[in-house]
């Protein structure tokens, strides 16, 4: 008899990287926990076909009936509290395309990035990974496996007006392979735990914003986007994984309106070229994940009206053919 009442509090998300494409490790152990709010499930999205035939009556046959659950692909949106440990940095590694890991590493997303592509079944480490969405127990919940991943996008944000400016992150994984959705593994690994970071401890005097050094600063995001593509078919799911055309790279921020950021408006109206060189940047003591975007544009620059006048800010960034787009500080 089933007794468990599961609340989406109750889920947890882990991650781990795959040796081979498309095929889960060993789940009792060696996974790395995210810090996540709440889980939100993939939408299975069977290919079904329930046309009605040409046969006697107006309601469809038994026969007629096929459901195809191999070729599609999966995603799946996660956000949480963003600590600097293995868990998030394989999501940062996937989304840059740089090769997973099992350490905290510093996360760049280089000058001319290509990201990883590949067949699935392949013994080509450090390309994919797994993501286990668990219930607390599996007497009355199955495990959500999906394997195959790809980070397609990830942010970074704080806001000084909630929790303290904690960091949080935001991630969207797909994968081109089926889903196991009957896991009863007891799941094991690596627990989040420190590695909090706070808007808060950022160096004030080395934060840029549109070029403009040291604002009063409320609340930033920056974002990585790079849409995987699917191809081919097998039958556990798609034959090849690659990434899309173009990796984009975009951040925000809500900056104090006075007599240091006042020019950003007439830059965004007056801009003929790219900003090279200390665009955005938000600095952090002791490999704190301190983020850098070179080179950039401004996209938007508005009037803010609160208690007190600020400017939204928003900027893409750019490569310039040799210095590396984003940057992520993590290393210790």
Not at 113 to 138: C, I, N
Not at 218 to 235: C, K, L, Q
Not at 261 to 275: D, E, F, H, I, M
Request: glycine share 10%.
């Amino acid at each position: 008899m089933a007794n468990a009442v599961f609340s989406p509090r109750d889920f947890k998300a882990w991650v781990i990287e795959e040796a081979t494409t498309g095929t889960a490790p060993t789940l009792t152990s060696g996974l790395y926990q995210l810090d996540v709010d709440s889980v939100s499930f993939p939408s299975l999205s069977p290919n079904q076909v329930t046309a009605n035939r040409s046969r006697s009556g107006r309601v469809l046959h038994v026969n007629d009936f096929f459901q195809d659950n191999e070729i599609r692909a999966l995603e799946v949106s996660l956000s949480g509290t963003f600590h600097k440990d293995v868990g998030t940095t394989i999501l940062m590694q996937s989304v840059t395309g740089s090769s997973i890991g099992t350490a905290v590493a510093d996360v760049v997303l280089g000058a001319t990035p290509t990201g990883k592509s590949g067949k699935y079944g392949t013994s080509e480490g450090d390309k994919t990974f797994t993501l286990v969405l668990a219930p607390p127990d599996t007497t009355d919940g199955y495990n959500t496996v999906m394997v195959g991943c790809l980070c397609t996008s990830f942010s970074i944000s704080a806001d000084m007006t909630a929790d303290g400016g904690l960091y949080k992150f935001e991630a969207t994984i797909s994968s081109g392979r089926n889903p196991i959705t009957n896991n009863t593994d007891a799941e094991d690994g690596t627990a989040y735990g420190s590695g909090l970071i706070s808007l808060i401890s950022a160096t004030s005097a080395d934060i840029y914003v549109g070029a403009i050094q040291a604002p009063v600063i409320s609340s930033f995001s920056t974002t990585i986007e790079s849409p995987a593509v699917y191809t081919g078919f097998s039958s556990s799911g798609y034959h090849s994984f690659a990434r899309g055309a173009e990796f984009t790279v975009t951040a925000n921020a809500t900056v104090k309106y006075d007599s240091v950021t006042r020019p950003l408006y007439n830059s965004l109206n007056t801009q003929t070229a790219v900003t090279e060189g200390n665009f955005f940047a938000i600095p952090q003591a002791s490999n704190n994940c301190g983020i850098s975007m070179p080179d950039g544009f401004l996209t938007d620059v508005t009037f803010n009206e609160g208690d007190a006048m600020m400017l939204d800010v928003a900027m893409q960034g750019v490569s310039d053919g040799s210095a590396n787009v984003i940057e992520f500080d993590q290393a210790s």
